[in-house]
């Protein structure tokens, strides 16, 4: 099936009801097991995108790897925020994704109007004027930028600390689950570049001990100074 080229219908629709500054929002990293959630935020304009853009995850890594600097030039405005692994286990990731959100937002040099959000849930909130468009990541060209600009960043982020830690293969896997990834943890156990909420660390008994609450408090057996003998 052919893919349908992202238009700006959406924010056509905004600007009529008076938004001059529309920007589209988009994460990546949300399901990893290791490395930041990155939210990428895009100003386009109304002019014609590159010809290729579409939604990051439809494209090749080659494809995206070449489009990104291509993008970097064409938009109006861009910025990327970053919650870190830490920051995703203290706060949950809906609270995660909204601290990256506004730290991508409040570091464009232009203040927006109006938001477009990708998905149905509108994790980002008031001060701002939030659309939510289901699949805007392939619908909504300042979106779409967005998710390839993020995308590509994160990877990146990850490729280069997969330098320090060859064994969990961040580079090709970028922090998500794999088999390489899972081999990788039972047998060395969580970095520090880890979220230690998630549920992967339930099937690891060596490493189980290190799971963290949302408090940041251990939920595991053994004492906290254990846990950090053990575990790094």
């Known amino acids: 099936m052919p893919i349908v080229p992202p238009t700006h219908s959406v924010e056509r629709s905004l600007r009529r009801a008076g938004a ?14 290791a490395g930041p959630v990155t939210v990428g935020a895009a100003v386009t304009g109304l002019r014609r995108a590159p010809q290729g853009l579409t939604d ?21 405005a861009y910025a990327l925020g970053h919650a870190s692994p830490q920051e995703c286990d203290e706060l949950g990731m809906t609270a995660a994704l909204r601290l990256a959100a506004v730290r991508a937002l409040e570091a464009l040099p232009v203040e927006p109007d109006a938001v477009i959000l990708d998905g149905k849930h509108d994790y980002l909130g008031g001060p701002w004027r939030v659309r939510t468009v289901i699949k805007g990541d392939q619908s909504c060209i300042c979106v779409s930028a967005a998710s390839v600009l993020a995308k590509v960043h994160r990877d990146g982020l990850m490729a280069e600390l997969g330098e320090a ?33 998630w549920a992967y660390l339930d099937a690891l008994p060596k490493w189980r001990h290190l799971k963290r609450g949302r408090d940041g408090v251990g939920v595991g057996e053994g004492s906290a100074d254990e846990q950090l003998t053990l575990g790094f």
């Open 165 to 197: 830690y060859p064994e969990y293969g961040f580079a090709a896997n970028a922090g998500y689950p794999s088999p390489v990834h899972r081999a990788a943890l039972e047998e060395f156990g969580p970095t520090e570049h880890h979220r230690l909420s």
């Open 20 to 33: 001059k500054v529309v920007v589209g929002l988009d994460e990546v990293g949300r399901g990893a097991w």
């Open 56 to 76: 990051s995850k439809l494209l090749t890594e080659l494809r995206r790897e070449a489009l990104a600097p291509v993008l970097a030039g064409w938009v109006t």
